[in-house]
């Protein structure tokens, strides 16, 4: 459904050094990397689609109709890149996504005589319960 060759050449990249503990190789190594991805100027999507992707990523997306993404998962900032980009992929199949519209199904007769029978029992058991009217 997306060509991810297009998409590629859209994003831009950034490696930044990850935060926590890790000791010296932390401090030293940017192993973060930072996708950002502007849904707004983007040549991939048509109108309809970007109207959609905009309104189900609303609260992810910046003023200025950026998606920024970021992993820190891994020590290899190569197989950080491939993560992020796989989660934007699955982020806008997602978005572009539409649902069934829900059949509404009528409710058996057999389900509500067998409701109503139900009902019938346990009132007649309530009454059965109560003291014999001896006058």
């Known amino acids: ?17 990850s935060s926590g503990a890790g000791g010296q190789h932390v401090n030293k190594v940017s192993s973060k990397i930072e996708l950002s991805f502007n849904l707004k100027d983007s ?32 020590r290899s900032q190569h197989k950080n890149k491939g993560l992020v980009i796989k989660r934007l992929m699955a982020l806008l199949e997602s978005g572009l996504k539409t649902s069934k519209k829900r059949i509404p199904t009528k409710t058996p007769k057999a389900i509500i005589k067998k409701r109503l029978n139900n ?10 319960r109560k003291k014999p009217n001896i006058s």
């Not at 060509?3 to 831009?12: C, I, P, R, V, Y």
């Not at 009902?119 to 059965?128: D, G, M, R, V």
């Open 1 to 17: 459904m997306l060509n991810e060759a297009n998409l590629l050449k859209e994003l831009q990249f950034k490696a930044l050094r």
């Open 43 to 74: 040549l991939i999507f048509n109108e309809n689609q970007k109207v959609r992707l905009l309104k189900k990523l609303e609260n992810r997306l910046t003023k200025d109709g950026f998606l920024i993404l970021s992993c820190d998962t891994t």
């Open 119 to 128: 009902k019938k029992a346990h009132s007649e058991k309530k009454i059965n």
